[in-house]
């Protein structure tokens, strides 16, 4: 692993939302991202016209005993083939950092309520920024067959579990 590293602020931290480091039943649950007091509350200005945030925060409930970065089977299911730690999307990755897109439900003062934020109650983030068309991948996005295995209940709803 390497020996550099960066320092980052935390700008905000997640208020309600998900508990448990579930691996899915993320949809339909409101969540608040409130910024901390040193961030003025006019940062948010204009972002109540995007309907999407592109949110950067910590897996702050993992451990850096907890990386992986060998290839293994996602969730250790043998059907899914070995990929390398890189080719993961967890907690498990060295800086341990993820991203989400959820939906702007409304701005209030300092926190931004928005909806399928998969990360849990108390996480912190690291940014923020409004989701802008133009800076999505262009062309297709092509994937193999096993993440849309994995993810089929991801954004289910709770009440929606089999």
């Not at 409101?30 to 204009?46: C, E």
């Not at 290839?71 to 907690?91: C, E, K, Y």
Request: charged share 25%; glycine share 8%.
């Amino acid at each position: 692993m390497s020996t550099e590293h960066i320092e980052l602020p935390v700008i905000a931290r997640v208020v309600g939302g998900h508990t448990g480091r579930r691996d899915d039943f993320k949809g339909g649950v409101t969540s608040i991202i409130r910024l901390v007091p040193s961030i003025p509350s006019n940062a948010l200005q204009g972002i109540e016209e995007f309907s999407h945030l592109e949110v950067i925060w910590h897996f702050s409930l993992g451990s850096d005993q907890d990386i992986e970065l060998e290839p293994r089977s996602p969730r250790d299911n043998p059907s899914w083939p070995a990929t390398g730690g890189l080719a993961h999307r967890n907690h498990r990755r060295p800086a341990r950092i993820a991203t989400s897109y959820p939906r702007i439900l409304k701005v209030k003062g300092r926190d931004i309520y928005v909806e399928d934020l998969d990360a849990d109650a108390g996480t912190p983030v690291i940014d923020l920024a409004p989701v802008f068309e133009e800076m999505l991948p262009r062309g297709p996005v092509t994937q193999p067959p096993w993440p849309t295995e994995m993810l089929q209940n991801y954004w289910a709803n709770a009440d929606e579990r089999p």
